[in-house]
């Protein structure tokens, strides 16, 4: 049973940036490098979506059209940790964000299929 925390969320005008982290623990021992890591957001009245997604060795990514070349998705398979880069944030950023983790593929990492999830990270684009 994992354990994923996330953290980094806060309040930032528009254009800033914000790193989000999400530490990964277990238990027992795992191999952090056997989980497909992603990030998922929800907004007020909206179903959560998919941000971006990264790949067990880290050498594949995907990302949303709506956050493509803003966001940055990244792991440190030696620290259980992945992390997400917003840069020019909007407005329409603002949401909870959510840690995932899976032995999926990321094509496959879709909500009802998820084991993994962290408690969430609010961020709010705001001036």
């Known amino acids: 049973q994992l354990q994923l925390v996330e953290s980094g969320g806060g309040l930032v005008q528009p254009g800033g940036s914000l790193r989000l982290s999400c530490s990964v623990s277990a238990p027992s021992a795992f191999t952090f490098h056997y989980y497909t890591m992603s990030w998922f957001r929800q907004a007020p009245g909206k179903e959560r979506e998919a941000v971006s997604c990264i790949n067990m060795k880290g050498d594949r990514t995907n990302y949303a059209d709506s956050v493509k070349g803003r966001f940055t998705i990244s792991r440190d398979n030696g620290n259980n940790t992945v992390n997400l880069q917003m840069n020019s944030l909007k407005p329409e950023d603002t949401a909870v964000y959510y840690c995932?983790?899976?032995?999926?593929?990321?094509?496959?990492?879709?909500?009802?299929?998820?084991?993994?999830w962290g408690q969430g990270t609010q961020v709010t684009v705001s001036s």
């Open positions: 995932a983790a899976d032995t999926l593929p990321c094509q496959s990492m879709a909500p009802p299929h998820i084991r993994y």
